[in-house]
């Protein structure tokens, strides 16, 4: 644990030294055995006192697990750090930290500094090999990632005289991440594809080949694999395997999070309206997946959250969106849907938001081709519709 040590002596201190040394050089004149006595003792203190404030703090250390508390909206939780101390005992010392504002103390005093950045000050105390830990009681204010920037641990020397200061060098791996909350969004109801699937319909010209729903006679045509043996031995005639029929129903939700060279000012709203997208697929049993254009290394050169159903696939996409801040590095629109186009990942139905240029609308006219229902989420004074995508005509000049 690497910790900047800073030393600060009261000034008084070595003016203090000074008349010592002239009071016991006249009391060793005038043979003063008293005086000299205390002289040497009040040098003892002072060296005394030096080498605690060089000694202590000394064998501090923070515990490095990688611990993510993961909070939505309003919702309070406790922010844990856990410290051990190898060294002299400390007392009455006092822990700042320093942090965004994406959560806020509840039960502490802090300060709002510059950037947004929330300065809390925690008493501490902890005897020489001893484990303790110190707990912070935040509530999430708004979306993000909220790591320490600063710590900073202050030890006050024993009787008031100077104080030592270390500023953490290294990172605490222990963060928060709030998720976003959701918007509501109006959107337009939906046709049934022209897809195979796995989804129930009454009316579809595909079955699902794992939901077998009964049998019927054989007939000239039906296919080998179809042909259900158990009831053809009970029966004594051929019967075939009938299915329920079936179509596809997957969303796959793309955010353009960037407006020409920066990031687009409706990204807050965006993100809300595509978190409450992603709760209503999972409320209805709906797969869904999460493209957005910010670099990656990797394979996909974007963020790219695969198709899948249920609560927890859902937390995974709220953490994609809850990491996006205004520093990503974006890569064009339009490259990041020829990538889906070509490799054909484009499902039933395919939400796009953010803003479209003529690339982008070339691009969905081709992939409209292979009879997905493309939708567009628009912001409309700060409430969400999904509608079909229309090209839109540019009128000649």
């Given at each position: ?58 064998g501090v250390m923070i515990e490095r697990s990688q611990r993510r508390l993961k909070l939505h909206c309003d919702e309070e939780d406790n922010w844990v750090f856990k410290l051990e101390n190898k060294g002299l005992p400390i007392w009455g010392a006092t822990l ?175 993100i809300k309206h595509a978190a409450y997208l992603m709760q209503l697929a999972v409320e209805q049993n709906i797969s869904f997946s999460l493209v957005l254009n910010v670099r990656t290394p990797g394979h996909t050169p974007y963020y790219y959250l695969p ?91």
């Amino acid at each position: 644990m690497n910790w900047k040590r800073e030393v600060v002596e009261d000034p008084y201190i070595s003016i203090s030294l000074v008349l010592l040394v002239i009071v016991g050089a006249a009391s060793f004149y005038v043979q003063s055995y008293v005086g000299l006595g205390i002289f040497l003792l009040i040098i003892l203190y002072f060296r005394v006192h030096q080498w605690y404030l060089l000694k202590v703090g000394e064998g501090v250390m923070i515990e490095r697990s990688q611990r993510r508390l993961k909070l939505h909206c309003d919702e309070e939780d406790n922010w844990v750090f856990k410290l051990e101390n190898k060294g002299l005992p400390i007392w009455g010392a006092t822990l700042k930290m320093t942090f965004k504002d994406i959560v806020e103390p509840t039960k502490h005093p802090y300060s709002l500094g510059i950037a947004n950045e929330i300065e809390v000050c925690i008493p501490f105390s902890i005897r020489k090999n001893e484990e303790g830990q110190i707990s912070l009681p935040v509530k999430g204010k708004r979306r993000g990632l909220c790591r320490i920037t600063n710590m900073q641990l202050e030890i006050p020397h024993l009787f008031g005289s100077g104080k030592v200061l270390l500023n953490l060098l290294d990172s605490v791996p222990t963060t928060i991440m709030v998720f976003p909350s959701s918007s509501p969004v109006k959107m337009e109801e939906q046709q049934l594809t022209l897809r195979q699937g796995d989804v129930s319909t009454p009316h579809s010209l595909f079955h699902d080949v794992f939901h077998p729903v009964g049998t019927r006679g054989y007939v000239q045509g039906d296919r080998f694999q179809d042909v259900h043996w158990k009831a053809s031995a009970r029966t004594g005639e051929l019967q075939t395997k009938i299915f329920a029929p079936a179509t596809q129903n997957e969303w796959m939700i793309a955010i353009n999070i960037s407006d020409r060279f920066a990031i687009t000012s409706k990204l807050e709203g965006i993100i809300k309206h595509a978190a409450y997208l992603m709760q209503l697929a999972v409320e209805q049993n709906i797969s869904f997946s999460l493209v957005l254009n910010v670099r990656t290394p990797g394979h996909t050169p974007y963020y790219y959250l695969p198709p899948g159903t249920g609560r927890k696939h859902r937390q995974r996409g709220l953490e994609l969106l809850a990491t996006l801040s205004t520093d990503e590095f974006t890569m064009p629109f339009h490259i990041v849907l020829q990538h889906l186009y070509l490799r054909r990942l484009v499902p039933s139905v395919f939400i796009v938001a953010g803003s479209l240029g003529s690339r982008e609308e070339d691009l969905l006219q081709s992939i409209g081709k292979g009879h997905p229902h493309i939708f567009k989420l628009s912001l409309e004074e700060e409430q969400g519709v999904v509608t079909l995508w229309n090209r839109s005509l540019k009128i000649p000049s």
